[in-house]
């Protein structure tokens, strides 16, 4: 069973950056792609971010040009840099995958239905 740690969440302030990771149990080369969801409180879990084998991305409107997903296919981690964050950037962030390539289409959205494989979260808070 494949399985997903993330780590890299604390508290900032508004303006600031943090570098999530996510730790993969599995060569994430057999990853068909994976995804960052954050869920604040009382609200529904969103997606953040996806990036594919061949390293396409997509992004949320809300996080495009501050945040960047990449993956380190030699160390089996992905990670989520967010630069100047928000207090609306607060939220317990998710690292994600699915269990088939369909769910990887670039012109799929971001759906928590879609992901087969989940960790436990990590929490982020920003200070305004």
């Known amino acids: 069973q494949a399985q997903l740690v993330e780590s890299g969440g604390g508290s900032v302030q508004a303006g600031g950056s943090l570098r999530l990771s996510c730790a993969a149990s599995?060569?994430?080369?057999?990853?068909?792609?994976m995804v960052w969801f954050r869920q604040a409180p009382g609200k529904e879990r969103e997606g953040v971010a996806r990036i594919d084998g061949r390293g396409r991305t997509t992004y949320a409107d809300s996080v495009n040009g501050r945040f960047t997903i990449s993956l380190d296919k030699d160390q089996n981690i992905l990670y989520l840099q967010m630069d100047s964050l928000k207090p609306e950037d607060s939220a317990t962030y998710y690292c994600?995958?699915?269990?088939?390539?369909?769910?990887?289409?670039?012109?799929?959205?971001?759906?928590?239905?879609?992901?087969?494989?989940w960790g436990k979260g990590t929490l982020v808070t920003i200070s305004s």
């Open positions: 599995s060569y994430v080369y057999t990853w068909y792609c």
């Open positions: 994600a995958a699915p269990d088939a390539p369909q769910y990887c289409n670039r012109d799929r959205p971001l759906s928590t239905g879609d992901m087969a494989y």
